[in-house]
Nanobody
Framework: QVQVVESGGGLVQAGGSLRLSCAASGRADSFPRMGWFRQAPGKEREFVAAISRSGGTTTCADSVKGRFTISRDNAKNTVYLQMNNLKPEDTAIYYC????????????????????WGQGTQVTVSS
């Protein structure tokens, strides 16, 4: 059974750091393309960062460039989101998404591109 599970959320002061983890399992045919999205209260879910199957290609939203880094450890079937210099505006539920399709695009940045989603992990940044 496919499972996508996020962890690592919590409460942190502005300027602090947090690392989120996402374990994706259930498929042995290939490594999935992975992405991070977030949703703040009253707002739509938005793209944060994405990574290719091998981890060689990454992209992130303009709002987090220079602060967030996405990476993966395929030996552990885990993708990470290292968040530095956190701001109150980063407060949201962070969702991990996985796609096992064989599309030619290296990284996926659209919600509809992903097949599986985690339950979300809350990140709260205090000022």
């Amino acid at each position: 059974q496919v499972q996508v599970v996020e962890s690592g959320g919590g409460l942190v002061q502005a300027g602090g750091s947090l690392r989120l983890s996402c374990a994706a399992s259930g498929r042995a045919d290939s490594f999935p393309r992975m992405g991070w999205f977030r949703q703040a209260p009253g707002k739509e879910r938005e793209f944060v960062a994405a990574i290719s199957r091998s981890g060689g290609t990454t992209t992130c939203a303009d709002s987090v460039k220079g602060r967030f880094t996405i990476s993966r450890d395929n030996a552990k079937n885990t993708v990470y989101l290292q968040m530095n210099n956190l701001k109150p505006e980063d407060t949201a539920i962070y969702y991990c998404a996985a796609d096992w399709s064989r599309r030619p695009t290296l990284v996926l940045t659209t919600i509809l591109d992903y097949d599986y989603w985690g339950q979300g992990t809350q990140v709260t940044v205090s000022s």
